[in-house]
């Protein structure tokens, strides 16, 4: 009996290492894009995919034909979302500066949804499930977050140069 435990624990190992080897560029690279870090310093990120891959590995033997990537994204974005408290947010602007890049100047609610929706490809419907908010909100939130992306704030104006005197 220990015997066969042994090599079901080793086969579950192995396919959790190969998962990780798999998945775990493109979860971190997603929550990476989630925390607005930059990609070479991304402890936040790091921490997030740690989490969501120690997760997985928890309910592994309960997959049952679930998709382990979809799972890990699921748990990656649920704890985001749960850090953040992006629904307690709404008086961040948008326009203060944050390092991080391009997605510094979304919310972390547009991230979340700009990530899943365009990054990861999932559909409004599963997007608006996943995050407990309707669809056309996740549409709006999608919506929002990619015109401040290709069309972002413009910065105050530049001084105006002073008027040169003239010689009487």
């Given amino acids: 009996m220990r015997g066969k435990q042994a090599s079901q624990g080793a086969r579950r190992v192995r396919e959790f290492e190969a998962f990780v080897a798999g998945a775990a560029g493109r979860l971190l690279h997603a929550a990476t894009l989630l925390t607005a ?70 919310t972390a609610q547009e991230r979340l949804v700009l990530v899943l929706r365009v990054f990861d490809g999932v559909a409004e419907e599963q997007t608006a499930a996943l995050l407990a908010l309707p669809v056309e909100r996740v549409r709006t939130i999608c919506d929002r ?11 105050p104006a530049p001084p105006a140069a002073p008027a040169k005197a003239t010689a009487p």
């Fill in 37 to 106: 870090e930059a990609p070479d310093g991304n402890p936040r990120a790091r921490r997030l995919l740690t989490l969501s891959l120690a997760h997985t590995y928890a309910c592994w033997d309960r997959l049952q034909g679930e998709d382990p990537y979809v799972r890990a994204r699921t748990y990656l974005a649920t704890r985001f979302a749960r850090e953040t408290a992006w629904h307690r947010q709404r008086s961040l602007r948008r326009d203060r500066p944050r390092p991080g890049g391009t997605l510094a100047a979304l």
């Fill in 145 to 155: 977050a990619t015109a401040t992306l290709l069309h972002p704030p413009r910065g």
